[in-house]
């Protein structure tokens, strides 16, 4: 399969090394910390969005945030480049209306899906990301064989955006995981207790969890500022949702807050 690939980063570096090894050709945006090694391993390059986005039969946006997107798709043409039959993967987490809004501007008999994953960067090495779509049935059988190739878990959740649904549900809840070990860890610390050594001790008990595991890796102070920036992106993104339609949750709220501060 002929891709095309804009974001090559921490986490689409590795995505798109194990797509290339899937055997999919790929023609990326030369910008990211992957650049020089995925160049050696035969991915060809390019400092044109257009140029990327008119010659695949899959489009792949792996990068920060909405207005990264809008700026690439929008913006800079690349979404209007794109060829009918073609396939816009949209691995951003981000507004679900964002996603809509694409499909609304794409050229006839492009499909947009919006394709959100959850895993490390380890885990794109290693091709066991857990990847969530929104979309129609069609287009995400013509991804598949791109998206199994880095990851080990593909949902088809349902219509367009609501794999972005999905992915800020989760990171919502994950942010609640981390704000109450932490919280937890600090009782622990106020009694004498060593917070890394519960941590661990926690992993073999029920109290296990994603955010627990960091913790016991790490420490709090770190693990909390190094999760910061994405995650009140996407908690933030997660409120704003949920208030379009009306949704609230009393439990949530100091979360939110704790994230995104009037």
Same mark, same amino acid.
């Given at each position: ?6 974001? =090559? ?30 160049? /050696? ?17 899959? =489009? ?16 800079? &043409? #690349?979404?209007? !480049? ?37 895993? *490390?960067?380890?885990? #794109? ?55 109450? /070990? %932490?919280?937890?860890?600090?009782? %622990?610390?106020?009694? &004498? ?10 992993? &073999?008990?029920?109290?296990? *969890? ?5 913790? #016991?890796?790490?420490?709090? %102070? ?16 997660? %409120? ?16 939110? !807050? ?5």
């Amino acid at each position: 399969m002929q891709v095309g690939w804009i974001g =090559l980063g921490e986490i689409g570096g590795p995505m798109a090394r194990r797509a290339l090894l899937a055997g999919h050709r790929i023609l990326a945006y030369e910008r990211g910390q992957a650049v020089k090694e995925l160049r /050696a391993g035969g991915v060809a390059l390019s400092r044109d969005y257009t140029t990327i986005a008119a010659a695949c039969e899959v =489009l792949t946006i792996c990068l920060f945030n909405d207005a990264q997107v809008k700026a690439v798709l929008l913006d800079q &043409g #690349a979404l209007a !480049a794109m060829r009918p039959g073609s396939v816009l993967v949209l691995h951003t987490t981000g507004s679900p209306e964002l996603a809509r809004q694409l499909q609304d501007a794409a050229p006839e008999g492009v499909a947009v899906l919006d394709a959100t994953f959850s895993g *490390s960067p380890a885990q #794109a090495e290693h091709g066991t990301l857990t990847i969530m779509v929104g979309g129609a049935t069609e287009a995400v059988a013509r991804a598949q064989p791109l998206l199994a190739s880095y990851a080990a878990r593909v949902h088809h959740v349902g219509l367009l955006g609501q794999g972005q649904v999905v992915k800020l549900l989760n990171n919502l809840l994950f942010a609640a995981n981390l704000r109450f /070990a %932490a919280e937890v860890l600090g009782l %622990a610390e106020r009694q &004498g207790l060593d917070p890394g050594t519960c941590a661990r001790i926690f992993q &073999g008990c029920s109290s296990a *969890s994603t955010a627990g595991a960091l913790f #016991a890796d790490a420490g709090v %102070a770190e693990t909390l500022d190094r999760t910061h920036a994405f995650l009140s992106k996407d908690v933030a993104t997660a %409120a704003d949702s949920l208030q379009e339609l009306g949704l609230s949750s009393a439990m949530l709220a100091p979360v939110i !807050a704790s994230y995104v501060p009037d």
